[in-house]
């Protein structure tokens, strides 16, 4: 006669344990030498030096390192930054957005890499893995799904704010200290940058992704990620019945409040205008007119399509730069 204990677990469980633990497993050996501890020190009220800290991905070999805008907001712009095998290098800024809530840094040595994924790839569900300094216990690895893609974060510098798009919602448990640590996919590649804890089970991280790495190689390279200004007051809604018949789409952007000697306001923009097209390129939403404003826009003509008492009109104004 056979007996079975109940502390004994049921044979066909073993193997798909083993093979979520191989999956987290192979992620934490291979990304764990590239995410370092970063230790920073900013002045507070009274003049007094607070250290502070969070977490940074090596990106390339000769140092460069990718870590969240607000882990080295306020601070002197250098640290020291510590790495699961003990051994501690110091880093400058290179330069921060603080937009999208990115910035790079430089350690002064070699490092091990990280590759860089693409977060348009992922699917609700994907198993994720979140590596970082939570608290300063450095090295901590967690690991969860995608819960939703296609979130949206607000930012703001100085007086500009802005949607961070695609941000990717998990269940992965992060934690202050985890800002600016890596989440990757099971190839080990990163997919986000973890910058929030909206609340228990609910972490986020702005991904990598076309648009970010625009961000990324302009921080390595000028230090600093230039965007394009109209001076608008902006909301997204439906289209008239009738111009949407006529454009074929259903979504526009409303201008809200057009800001006095801006861009929109020389060009004749008015509050009520409803903004159908940038340089013949459809917009639909504000999301995808802030994918427009680039750089390259900066000083440069640029012809908007508005839709004014049902009439489609075409103004033309000079973009000026967004000020951070």
Known sequence: MHYSFISDPPADQDEPLDAYSRAVTFVAERLSPSVANLRLSRRVRGGRVHDSGGSGVVITVDGF????AHVVAGTEGRGRASFADGRELEFELVGADPLSDLAVVRASGDRVPAELGDAERLRVGQLVVAIGNPHGFA??????????????????????????????????????GNSGGAL?????????????????????????????????????????????????????RPLP?????????????????????????????????????????????????QRLMVGELIDAPVTITVARDESLVELSLIAAELAT
Do not use: K
Not at 140 to 158: D, K
Not at 252 to 278: F, K, Q, T, Y
């Open 139 to 176: 090295g901590s690895v967690t690991a969860g799904v995608v819960s939703a893609l296609g979130r949206s974060l607000p930012t703001r510098a100085g007086t500009a704010g802005r949607l961070i798009e695609n941000v990717i919602q998990t269940d992965a448990a992060l934690n202050p």
């Open 65 to 68: 390192m990718l870590t969240s």
């Open 241 to 289: 019945p009738r111009l949407a018949r006529q454009l074929g789409r259903q979504g526009c952007i409303e201008v809200v409040e057009v800001l006095p000697d801006g861009p929109a306001a020389r060009a004749g923009m008015r509050a009520g205008d409803l903004v159908v097209a940038l340089n013949s390129v459809p917009v639909e939403d504000v999301p995808t007119l």
């Open 184 to 236: 990757a996919d099971t190839r080990g590649s990163v997919v986000g940058i973890n910058t929030a804890v909206a609340g228990v089970g609910l972490g986020l991280a702005v991904p990598i992704n076309a648009a970010t790495r625009q961000i990324i190689a302009a921080l390595m390279t000028e230090g600093r990620f230039r965007r394009a200004y109209l001076g608008v007051g902006l909301g997204t």
